[in-house]
Nanobody, 116 residues
Framework: QVQLVESGGDWVQPGGSLRLSCAAS????????LNWYRQAPGKERELVARINNLGVGTSYLDSVKGRFIISRDDAKNTAYLQMNSLKPEDTAVYYC?????????WGQGTQVTVSS
């Protein structure tokens, strides 16, 4: 059974950092691309970062470039999103997602709140 479980969301002040984790089970994460999305209240879900199945190709939403880093630990079958220099506009529920044989799988999400 394919499962993705996010963790690491929290409240943080502007300028702070958080590291989100996405633990995968039921499949081998390194064989598939992994995406981090976020959804803020009243807004559409948007793609924040992606890492390809080789683990060396990454891409980012323009507004997070230079601040967020996506990575993967194949031994732990877990992906991460390191978020630095957080801004209030980064406040959202963050989801990890992968596509396996044309089927999309999502985690339950983790809340990130950036405010003073």
């Amino acid at each position: 059974q394919v499962q993705l479980v996010e963790s690491g969301g929290d409240w943080v002040q502007p300028g702070g950092s958080l590291r989100l984790s996405c633990a995968a089970s039921g499949f081998t994460l390194r064989n598939y691309a992994l995406n981090w999305y976020r959804q803020a209240p009243g807004k559409e879900r948007e793609l924040v970062a992606r890492i390809n199945n080789l683990g060396v190709g990454t891409s980012y939403l323009d507004s997070v470039k230079g601040r967020f880093i996506i990575s993967r630990d194949d031994a732990k079958n877990t992906a991460y999103l390191q978020m630095n220099s957080l801004k209030p506009e980064d406040t959202a529920v963050y989801y990890c997602q992968t596509i396996i044989r044309s089927a999309g799988y999502w985690g339950q999400g983790t809340q990130v709140t950036v405010s003073s």
